[in-house]
């Protein structure tokens, strides 16, 4: 499976920005998809997740009623729509796979730069 994070850009702050996350390969409904973001420095947060079905959306606290996941079965993605930003969301994004909840996360695509101005 690789997946491709992309939507990224420069936003002032309380704008609104949708990220999506490709997936290719063979991805069953029990999998899911996460999203996290990393400034430099700093090691890697969980932001959002969602199973492959489109069930089950989970989120950090940080962004929980800012962001909302969801699945795009027409584009095979999983998208972050991120809105009321702020300047502590800037961060490069990047979208990961697990196999089941013990597993590790895994699939790393390229992130997208997000970067919010105050």
């Known amino acids: 499976v690789q997946l491709q994070a992309s939507g990224g850009g420069l936003v002032q702050a309380g704008n609104s920005l949708r990220l999506s996350c490709r997936a290719s390969?063979?991805?069953?409904?029990?999998?899911?998809v996460g999203w996290f973001r990393q400034v430099s420095g700093k090691e890697r947060e969980f932001v959002a997740g969602?199973?492959?079905?489109?069930?089950?959306?989970y989120y950090a606290s940080s962004v929980e009623g800012r962001f909302t996941i969801s699945r795009n079965n027409a584009g095979n993605t999983v998208d972050l729509q991120m809105n009321s930003l702020k300047p502590e969301d800037t961060a490069v994004y990047y979208c990961?796979?697990?196999?089941?909840?013990?597993?590790?996360?895994?699939?790393w695509g390229q992130g997208t730069l997000v970067t919010v101005s105050s």
């Open positions: 990961g796979l697990r196999v089941v909840p013990a597993a590790d996360w895994g699939s």
């Open positions: 390969g063979r991805i069953f409904g029990t999998y899911t």
């Open positions: 969602i199973r492959w079905s489109g069930r089950s959306a």
